[in-house]
């Protein structure tokens, strides 16, 4: 496995291919291990039947780096989007959690930036927990911003059945130079 040394500036570029339906079991065993109340088959398979832009991210050629073996067909991340007239809705993105820390989040946001402004979309927006602080410094630091809070929108415990707020955030696109 990858550890904190491995920086994903080592390794030439990413590869965001579409998901496909056969993907969705190495997107399963990641979102499983990665949220509190992970998205099932059914939310990603009816994802891509609406169209959404759904990507997994993988290196783009078989290397080595730092000893490390970089396997193309290994998932890496994944995002799913929402494209809407005026704005790109980030639905879901998650990294491996063997690969967190290490950029990889930050490279992906980036990309997904400029898929809006190619697509000429001026605004990105997105929910996250109050209480994923590492995903609200990433997007904090990128430049997004809180423009809401949709009351009790995650479930928080499947025991109690409570309910966690989202922060709805935004960033405008420069779609002009």
Partial sequence: MPTNSLSVNEVDELSFMPMQVVDLDEVLAIES?????????????????????????RPQV?????????????????CILFPALDELHLLNITVSPYLRQLGLGKKMMLAIEGVAFQQKMPRII??????????LALYQKLGYEQIGVRKNYYPASP????????LVLAKSIKLEP
């Fill in 62 to 78: 078989e290397q080595g780096v730092q000893g490390i073996y970089l396997d193309p067909a290994v998932l890496w991340a994944y």
């Fill in 159 to 166: 025991e109690t059945g409570s309910r966690e707020d989202a």
């Fill in 33 to 57: 291990v990665s949220h509190v109340h992970p998205w099932t088959k059914g939310n990603f398979s009816d994802s891509l039947a609406a169209g959404h832009w759904a990507y997994c991210i």
């Fill in 126 to 135: 997105l929910e996250v927990r109050p209480t994923n602080t590492a995903a």
